[in-house]
Structures are given as structure tokens and as C-alpha cells.
Nanobody, 123 residues
Framework: EVQLQASGGGLVQPGGSLRLSCAAS????????IGWFRQAPGKGREGVSC????????VYPDSVKGRFTISSDNAKNTVYLQMNSLKAEDTAVYYC????????????????WGQGTLVTVSS
């Protein structure tokens, strides 16, 4: 059974950091790219970052470049999203998902999703 388990969200003050984890199981990890998406209240789903064995790491929106870093531990089949210098506008539910082959930011191409983890940035 394919599973993606996202964790690590929580409440953090502006300027703080969080590390999200996405534990994958039930499929060959190297055959897929793993992406992080987020969805803020009342907004659409936005691609944040993606990583694959062939491309390395990608970060999509300019708003998070230089602050968010994606990495993976292939021995643990886990992908991490390190988020630094968090801002109120980063508040959202963060999801991890898998896509066959290469990364892309179009959420409809991703076939399995984790349950989401809520990140709230507030003082």
C-alpha cells in the first residue's frame, strides 16, 4: 500500500523555523519525485518544492526561495522541507505527494498524497 505520511507542522512565531517530514512507503522511492505543496485558507494548492534522484532539488515560488530547502534521506525513504525565516503568509496546510519520474509543480500530476500538516506562523 502506498503511503505518504507528512509531519512536523505546528505553531511558530514569525522568523522561526520548522522542519517538515514526509515518510514514504509501499513503492520504489527512486522511481518517483516527491513534492511539497501548500494550501492556505481560501486559496488554491501551490507547489512549493520538489526533489527527485535525477534532478536534485527544486523550489518553485520566489516567495520561499532562499528560505525553504528540500532534502531527502533515501535510506529512510523520507523527504524533508526545512523552512526558515517563516512569515505569516507561509501559514497553510502542507502536503507531500509523489509523481512518477520528474518533478513538476502541477498538482494534478501527483497521484498519491499525504494527509497534510498544518503550519501556523503567528505571534
Amino acid at each position: 500500500e502506498v503511503q505518504l505520511q507528512a509531519s512536523g507542522g505546528g505553531l511558530v512565531q514569525p522568523g522561526g523555523s520548522l522542519r517538515l517530514s514526509c515518510a514514504a512507503s509501499g513503492f520504489t522511492f527512486d522511481d518517483y519525485a516527491i513534492g511539497w505543496f501548500r494550501q492556505a485558507p481560501g486559496k488554491g494548492r501551490e507547489g512549493v518544492s520538489c526533489i527527485s534522484s535525477s534532478e536534485g532539488s527544486l523550489v518553485y515560488p520566489d516567495s520561499v526561495k532562499g528560505r525553504f530547502t528540500i532534502s531527502s534521506d533515501n535510506a529512510k525513504n523520507t523527504v524533508y522541507l526545512q523552512m526558515n525565516s517563516l512569515k505569516a503568509e507561509d501559514t497553510a496546510v502542507y502536503y507531500c505527494a509523489r509523481v512518477p519520474g520528474l518533478c513538476n509543480s502541477w498538482y494534478m500530476d501527483y497521484d498519491y498524497w499525504g494527509q497534510g500538516t498544518l503550519v501556523t506562523v503567528s505571534s
